[in-house]
């Protein structure tokens, strides 16, 4: 086979076949197909597309492409959950204990968090003594006594999808949906699970802004996951305002904390029920509204709590201990009175950034008790003088910084804004 005969094929909007792109793939993993052809490939699919079966065999080759995790030993009860990214989004912390105590096994390798998004394993990090590295047969026996187990992504998985990314992200061809299709669900597979529920994020502070571009990415990623032999379903929720109150890692397990332990946070509550009942409904094999009963108990009764206990524990932390706190506090306060129109969820995710709770580059240190713990959101009335938001950091220059950004995210009016679906639609 020949590499530009992919490029030129592609180039004219040809099908390939499996074959030409597991030749490609495994070309590329191994530095005999170089950059440059791997970058006029992906140009020519940004421009024009790829067909289902060409994605599902993209998907599938990089998925195959290095480790590939087994988790048949738990048969039906292996879940899986991924978020596309968004500010606050502490849901694995809740939704992985609430599975967990409903019978399913919730072993996942998680990532960490780069520019406004935040990352479950930063978020962990934070908990004094928790592991987020474990040999392979601690990482099993976990799952199998837990029911659940949470690391940061080790091995050698999915060595395709980290070099492709890498050419995609310097030649302006990111945005392009079969290629962040294969990326991501290349990683799945890769990842074992036999359910995988999807959190495809839509709004201001989410990779799709708008809600037509956000269902076309969660309908390709469930019909290639169902095309690869996996049970699949996503849910769209908004991502126009940071969920829940907390932005920022020690602040983000703090909150999910709470809300194990019966705080009333009800975004943030809600979004993590759908989820799990989708899961518990895929493992168990019941009705959507079995699950949801089944989920809504394991919080309410504290089952969920005891089985984050358990969890955390057997990692090396323990959830009763301080969490790291900021040198550094300021209140925020309303410039002037009227309705919070709009928070742009981007750019509050960059002034928790700029208080040191995230990263520019990979390299770039975490402060675990930087963020914002918000006081007010979209919708509500606040007068001019009142506290909107706190930002926790390390130092007085850095707080400056974190409060012009966090301020050029509110839009603050006369006219109050119309209330948002949290939960924009379900695919199955």
């Known amino acids: 086979m020949d590499m530009l005969e992919i490029i030129r094929k592609k180039k004219h909007a040809r099908v390939l076949t499996k074959e030409e792109i597991e030749y490609m793939v495994a070309g590329f993993s191994r530095g005999e197909i170089p950059d440059y052809q791997m970058s006029a490939f992906c140009m020519a699919v940004y421009f024009n597309g790829m067909t289902d079966g060409e994605t599902a065999a993209l998907t599938s080759a990089m998925a195959r492409s290095g480790d590939m995790l087994d988790l048949s030993r738990f048969g039906c009860a292996s879940v899986d959950k991924h978020s596309t990214g968004g500010v606050g989004d502490k849901t694995s912390l809740i939704v992985g204990p609430i599975v967990a105590a409903c019978g399913g096994v919730f072993a996942k390798m998680s990532g960490r968090g780069l520019g406004h998004t935040g990352g479950t394993v930063d978020k962990l990090e934070s908990i004094a003594g928790y592991r987020t590295s474990l040999s392979p047969e601690e990482f099993f026996a976990q799952a199998e006594k837990c029911g659940i187990a949470l690391i940061g992504q080790t091995g050698n998985m999915t060595p395709a999808d980290k070099k492709l990314y890498a050419l995609r992200d310097v030649t302006e061809t990111v945005d392009s949906i079969p290629l962040i299709v294969s990326s991501i669900m290349s990683k799945k597979l890769a990842a074992g699970a036999h359910n995988i529920v999807l959190d495809v ?20 990623m469930v019909d290639i996951g169902k095309a690869c032999g996996r049970n699949m379903a996503a849910i769209i929720t908004d991502m126009d305002t940071p969920l829940g109150f907390a932005v920022g890692n020690a602040l983000e397990v703090e909150e999910a904390l709470a809300l194990l332990r019966g705080e009333d946070i009800p975004d943030l509550r809600e979004i993590c029920l759908a989820l799990a009942s989708e899961l518990i409904a895929m493992c168990r094999g019941t009705s959507a509204e079995e699950a949801r009963a089944m989920a809504e108990n394991a919080l309410c009764s504290g089952a969920a709590l005891a089985k984050a206990r358990e969890w955390i524990s057997a990692q090396g932390g323990d959830i009763d201990a301080p969490l790291p706190k900021a040198k550094a506090a300021r209140e925020i ?11 742009n969820a981007e750019a509050v995710g960059r002034a928790a950034c700029l208080l040191g709770a995230g990263r520019k580059t990979k390299d770039d240190e975490i402060d675990f008790a930087a963020g914002i713990v918000l006081l007010k959101k979209t919708g509500d009335f606040v007068r001019e003088g009142e506290a909107l938001a706190v930002l926790h950091t390390s130092s007085e220059e850095k707080l400056c910084a974190g409060e012009r950004e966090f301020l050029s995210a509110l839009e603050i009016s006369s006219e109050k804004a119309n209330k948002k679906k949290l939960i924009i639609d379900i695919l199955r």
């Open 201 to 220: 994020k839509c709004g201001s502070g989410a990779f799709m802004k708008d809600g037509e571009s956000a269902h076309a990415l969660a309908s390709k």
């Open 333 to 343: 306060r309303a410039e002037k009175s009227g309705y919070i129109s709009h928070m």
